[in-house]
């Protein structure tokens, strides 16, 4: 097993100086490093992969048993062996079918709860439900993390096929972001949404609160305008929310996986059960190219197989990800959650220490906002930084074709610059053409020298509608899946997030004075009482 990675560097080593654009010297560069599932077309002949690397990579894949676990996850085996539970966001989006938990079919509670929870959206939608002061026009998701990020990224997305009330979502427990959400809204003809997995968050039980404080002030019985999407329905039965406005989940969706049942409910009131089952429809059928298509083949696969030969055998330790699509533009702060709460761990299943690096940092912004800010560093920097770019064949502004030209031509020709790069030799014809000599040529050609030689890959598809948007989400659940399993790590507990929040729960009556913080490092103690001389806690 340990061979075959050291096969990998081995043949990075003797290769990393070679040219990626010499690699398209073989006329069958492209059709063999390039992919297509359903009308997305995956592009990863800009690296410096060629025939033997990915050889090697697709045996590490067969090695490490990439199919078998696959197999697991979607037959509901408790894959999620620290919290022993199984992982079938799956089932969430499967038309029909049986698959078993404990003996169990799942899929008559997650089609029901399906109907359910779309039933209620349409009913928002079409001003069955009300408020008390009439049919709604906002709703209010409050959520964090996995309960925020996914719904939040895909409504913004589908903006074009919005036709229902409006949709927020609030998440900071920071009291600036329900403050501002909150202005101009009418209490009397507002939903809000609590959106927790565990209903414990500190975050959203206080934004919750927060909500029914401020609805209270005109609403005679704000539990009749909130709705709760939770696994631990007793608990917003506490809070008050009656079960038959609470819509639950079982604890074999993971907070990162869940957008696609109830935590999806903004994006089903926002663009309506039609699109959204368009949605489940797309993921769906990257779900059966997962399982069904070769590993050479496989979408997930390669993005999983590239991105590994980046991080873990040339050593680039972050990936951008560059979405030439301004309604993706939450899709990198998504990813960050989906990668690196997935895979940024340092132990194996069994709890020895990982034997390399874990996954990558991930990170991004749409383009081309982002090449008038850090591009810079990703041309020149001196170290290499592995961009995937997505874009879209088709906009849906089609009177302003113009823009997406532009858009797509600035898309085509960052990976082309990235690759290609400018020679010393260029630039100093360059200079001289603008009349410089000397040493004065000299130093200005150096400052516009671009090493090239830098990877990329494109994602491009055909238009961003729910299907695709279904697709690439679950494209990325995936890739993150075959990563994880080749790493044998746990892709789907999250024990480094718990330190911070204990922390936070022991620091709040230090910052209120009722505590000392005796046994607190010396820099936090300054802070607590830098923060409490300002008076403003
Ligand atoms: O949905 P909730 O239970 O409120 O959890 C919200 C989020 O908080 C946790 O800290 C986890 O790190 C996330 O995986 C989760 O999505």
Redesign the pocket.
């Known amino acids: 097993m340990g061979e075959i990675w050291s096969e990998l560097r081995a043949h990075n080593a003797a290769k990393v100086q070679s040219k990626i654009l010499e690699l398209f010297n073989k006329s069958d560069r492209v059709a063999k490093f390039s992919a297509r599932a359903d009308g997305l077309y995956f592009d990863f002949s800009k690296t410096q992969l060629d025939d033997g690397a990915l050889s090697l990579l697709l045996e590490l894949a067969r090695v490490k048993g990439v199919e078998a676990r696959r197999a697991a996850m979607f037959s509901g085996e408790k894959i999620n062996e620290t919290e022993g539970r199984a992982v079938l966001h799956t089932a969430l989006r499967a038309a029909s079918g049986l698959i078993l938990v404990d003996g169990e079919d799942v899929m008559p509670v997650v089609l029901a709860t399906r109907a359910r929870c779309l039933d209620f959206a349409q009913a928002v939608r079409d001003g069955s439900i009300v408020g008390q002061g009439g049919s709604y026009t906002d709703v209010i998701n409050i959520?964090?993390?996995?309960?925020d990020l996914g719904p939040k990224m895909a409504t913004l997305a589908l903006a074009p096929y919005h036709d229902g009330p409006r949709v927020h979502y609030v998440s900071n427990v920071d009291g600036a972001d329900i403050n501002d959400a909150l202005q101009g809204l009418d209490p009397e003809r507002t939903l809000v949404i609590v959106?927790?997995?565990?209903?414990?968050?500190i975050e959203?039980m206080t934004n919750a609160r927060t909500a029914r404080d401020w609805m209270a002030r005109t609403v005679t019985d704000p539990s009749k305008q909130f709705v709760a999407l939770s696994s631990a329905t007793d608990k917003a039965g506490e809070f008050g929310i009656p079960p038959g406005r609470t819509f639950g989940f079982e604890d074999w969706v993971?907070?990162?996986y869940s957008l696609w049942g109830p935590i999806g409910l903004g994006l089903m009131i926002a663009v309506g059960a039609q699109a959204f089952q368009h949605f489940l429809d797309g993921a769906a059928a990257m779900d059966r190219h997962f399982q069904d298509a070769d590993l050479a083949d496989n979408l997930p696969v390669l993005l999983a197989l590239v991105g590994m030969w980046h991080n873990q055998v040339q050593g680039h330790a972050t990936r951008a990800v560059l979405p030439y699509d301004n309604r993706l533009s939450r899709l990198p702060a998504y990813l960050q959650?989906l990668e690196m709460?997935s895979n940024g761990k340092s132990v194996a299943m069994d709890g020895s220490a990982l034997a390399m690096n874990s996954g990558p940092v991930v990170w991004g912004e749409p383009g081309t906002n982002g090449q008038h800010a850090f591009y810079q560093l990703i041309h020149q920097g001196t170290r290499v930084v592995p961009c995937e770019f997505l874009v879209a064949a088709k906009g849906h502004e089609p009177e302003l074709a113009h823009h997406h030209r532009l858009l797509v031509a600035n898309c085509l020709a960052q990976s082309e610059a990235l690759m290609r790069g400018r020679s010393l030799d260029e630039a100093r014809e360059m200079m001289a053409a603008k009349g410089l000599e000397g040493a004065e040529l000299a130093r200005q050609a150096a400052h516009r020298v671009f090493s090239g030689n830098r990877p990329s890959t494109t994602l491009l598809y055909d238009q961003l509608t729910p299907f695709t948007l279904g697709q690439i989400i679950a494209l990325y659940e995936h890739r993150v899946f075959v990563e994880g399993v080749i790493l044998g790590i746990n892709s789907f507990d999250?024990w480094g997030?718990e330190l911070g929040?204990e922390l936070a729960v022991a620091l709040e009556p230090v910052l209120s004075g009722a505590d000392e913080g005796a046994g607190k490092d010396g820099s936090t103690l300054a802070l607590v009482a830098a923060v409490r001389a300002a008076g403003g806690i």
Request: glycine letters at 24%; a positive charge; charged letters at 20%.
């Open positions: 959520g964090i993390g996995g309960s959106a927790s997995k565990t209903f414990t968050t959203t993971g907070g990162r959650q709460e999250q997030v929040k």
